[in-house]
């Protein structure tokens, strides 16, 4: 597997800044990147995802950047808010059909 | 949207017994789909991957004869715990595997169980 257990780093942001979430990743045969929101005991959710052949995609309020020379994938949060409190994993896959989770960043919102 | 289900969503069990958990892709079908364990605070590590009819391939490390994996049908795949120790104590989460447009697939995630082992 590709995906490392480490603890999670931690990011707090005020309510209405943008939130920028970092992640690299370790296959650069990887086509296939998605983020997701896991809420407390919950399973993943999924936010957006990016192929390779592109560098930028927008969703509602969400803007995923990728950076293939560097293997590095950012989601941005527009206008945070409480709900957005979560933790994030980014996932890559490369042409099958499994995906192999990053480490995860726990976002608090601070009202 | 696609929807996962998982059955039980908490289980807690004494050591030295087994535990199946259910995980079923209720809308749709799936020829694949995958099981997770997660400790608290952190990453989704995979274990296995199932496919309808065959035999699971389990990633490296994974204990095949421990983690028992059953994909009998389309939209039921079982992950069954043997003889469990307090280590197997975690968040185990299965996914659904649907293909989208080309060569990629979407996973649509269950809720997760919480095996806690006493």
């Known amino acids: 597997g590709e995906s490392v257990g480490l603890h999670l780093p931690t990011l707090s942001v005020q309510e209405g800044d943008n939130s920028i979430i970092n992640c690299a990743y370790s296959n650069s045969a990887s086509d296939y990147f998605i983020w997701y929101k896991q809420e407390s005991g919950k399973g993943p959710q999924f936010i957006i995802d990016?192929?390779?052949?592109?560098d930028k995609r927008q969703g509602q309020r969400v803007t995923v950047l990728l950076n293939k020379t560097v293997k590095h994938l950012s989601l941005q949060i527009a206008a945070t808010q409480p709900g957005d409190s979560a933790v994030y994993f980014c996932a890559e896959n490369n042409y099958g059909n499994q995906f192999y989770f990053g480490t995860g960043t726990s976002l608090t919102v601070i009202p | 949207g696609a929807v996962v289900s998982q059955h039980p969503s908490w289980v807690i069990c004494k050591s030295g017994t087994s535990v199946k958990i259910e995980c079923r892709s209720l809308d749709f079908q799936a020829t694949t789909m995958f099981w997770y364990r997660q400790f608290p605070k952190q990453s989704l590590m995979l274990m296995a991957t199932s496919n309808e009819g065959s035999k699971a391939t389990y990633e490296q490390g994974v204990e095949k004869d421990k983690f028992l994996i059953n994909h009998a049908s389309l939209t039921l795949s079982t992950l069954t715990v043997t003889s469990a120790h307090p280590e197997d104590s975690s968040f185990y989460i299965c996914?659904?595997?649907?293909?989208?447009?080309?060569?990629?697939?979407?996973?649509?995630f269950g809720p997760g169980t919480r095996l806690t082992v006493t």
């Open positions: 996914s659904a595997s649907a293909p989208t447009s080309g060569d990629s697939y979407e996973q649509y």
């Open positions: 990016i192929r390779s052949n592109m």
